[in-house]
């Protein structure tokens, strides 16, 4: 207990396997223990471990009591990568690449992300927010109780910090914890298509101090096509110079480098990750740079090409697993979809999954210890599975698995039916009379 006054005011019972993430509270890498209970008190986890370990708690009046009857109970999903503000699809190009017109063919050609950004340049600020809302609520009725989302397709000033005050704004209705990351970086705009250091000049004295103070991480494109190794130096050093944590897409259509710069740059993460070799990933788990997995988008690319989780394995990097979700490469929120892929496309194992999906993505958000795990301290968010075991989690594929959803010790979803998960936008302000009523306070 973190103090004798505190009383707990949510208490679940029951768990068959209790998947606590935490190796110093159970078996195995993913600490389970059978037969157990979690106790929270004002949404912390102040006991996890088997039920009859459960000490004698002094229970607040009105504690939410789950009865788990049996199945698993796992933290709740930590998804370390979407692109969640966009406009508009492009199912059109998803469709082509199946016919084999390639991804950097349609970014070369004006579509891609330029496409994306002209749609998210063109949408109301309330529909913007509105559609951000939906896959956030998706996300969390699947299990996902932490979600880092990028800005990126804003790419001027004013769009860039429009996509993070829509994140800020969506923060405010829901107790789902967003991590906000400046993607001013994810391509040079076509606009600067001839004047590449214009556009990074206009990023770092402009679209920073106007986005910094909205965004935890700053991030960049590092790849063929999108933002070489030097320009996305500059864009780190001067995100770090505001205050932001660095992370960075690399080496996914090609080795670029891209790997070795977010080793320099002591990147939280490195992102990706297609093509990467054993001095890489060495120098990454030398920086402690986690390794973000999306294997939702290696597996729709359809080349074939995961990252190496043999390099990754020896080298020790820590693992991590994101959605990508975005318009172009992945449209999908299910982190349960991503485990399963990271294991039959990826080729790790579900333990090595759920533990990415969990404290390895809460690690590459900053949020180590915090989410991703059932353990004293930590906040109380967790999913129980609707069967027994997380192995179903890459075994029973193509339906929602979460039956409730815990967000800070209280229920935010049972069997797909959103349980206060969103707030309605406030009222747009009154506009101002212009002259007080007389006689009124
Ligand atoms: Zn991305």
Redesign the pocket.
């Known amino acids: 207990m973190s103090g004798a006054s505190a009383r707990v005011d949510f208490l679940l019972t029951g768990a068959g396997q209790l998947v606590t993430a935490d190796p110093g509270l159970g078996e195995g890498p993913l600490g389970l223990v059978e037969r157990a209970a979690v106790a929270a008190s004002q949404g912390t986890v102040v006991f996890a471990g088997p039920e009859a370990a459960l000490p004698d708690l002094p229970l607040a009046a009105g504690c939410a009591r789950v009865d788990a009857g049996g199945r698993a109970v796992l933290p709740g999903f930590v998804d370390a990568?979407t692109?969640l503000v966009f406009a508009g699809d492009r199912a059109d190009e998803f469709a082509a690449r199946l016919r084999g017109v390639g991804y950097e063919e349609a970014l070369a050609s004006g579509g891609g992300i330029h496409r994306t950004v002209r749609a998210t340049r063109a949408m109301p600020t309330h529909e913007l927010e509105e559609a951000t809302a939906e896959r956030l609520v998706r996300a969390a009725l699947q299990g996902t109780t932490v979600l880092e989302a990028?800005s990126g397709y804003g790419l001027t000033v004013e769009d860039e910090r429009r996509s993070l005050e829509v994140l800020a704004a969506l923060a405010r209705r829901t107790p789902i914890d967003i991590v906000p990351t400046f993607l001013g970086a994810h391509l040079i705009p076509a606009e600067y298509a001839h004047d590449r250091a214009g556009y990074l000049e206009l990023l770092e004295r402009e679209m920073l101090p106007a986005c910094a103070p909205l965004a935890e991480f700053v991030d960049a494109f590092c790849d063929r096509g999108a933002l070489t190794v030097a320009e996305s130096r500059r864009v780190l050093q001067a995100g770090r110079r505001h205050g932001l944590r660095a992370k960075l897409?690399a080496n996914e259509l090609g080795p670029t480098g891209g790997a070795w710069l977010a080793a320099e740059q002591a990147c939280v993460s490195a992102?990706h990750l297609l093509y990467l070799d054993l001095a890489e990933a060495a120098a990454l788990r030398q920086r402690g740079t986690v390794a973000v997995l999306l294997p939702g988008t290696s597996f729709l690319l359809g080349t074939g090409r995961s990252a190496p989780i043999r390099v990754l394995r020896e080298a020790g990097v820590t693992l991590a697993l994101g959605t990508?979700c975005?318009p172009g490469t992945c449209y999908c929120e299910s982190m349960q979809l991503m485990i399963a892929l990271a294991c039959v496309h990826g080729g790790l194992t579900p333990e090595e999954a759920v533990l990415a999906a969990t404290d390895g993505a809460a690690r590459a958000v900053g949020r180590a210890g915090v989410a991703g795990r059932v353990a004293p301290g930590a906040a109380c968010d967790l999913v129980v599975l609707a069967g027994r075991s997380y192995l179903d989690l890459p075994y029973h594929l193509g339906v929602n698995l979460a039956h409730e959803v815990v967000k800070r010790g209280r229920v935010v979803a049972r069997d797909g039916v959103p349980l206060g998960l969103l707030e309605a936008p406030p009222p747009p302000p009154a506009t101002p009379s212009p002259s007080p009523p007389p006689g009124t306070a």
């Open positions: 990568h692109h990028k897409h992102d990508d975005n």
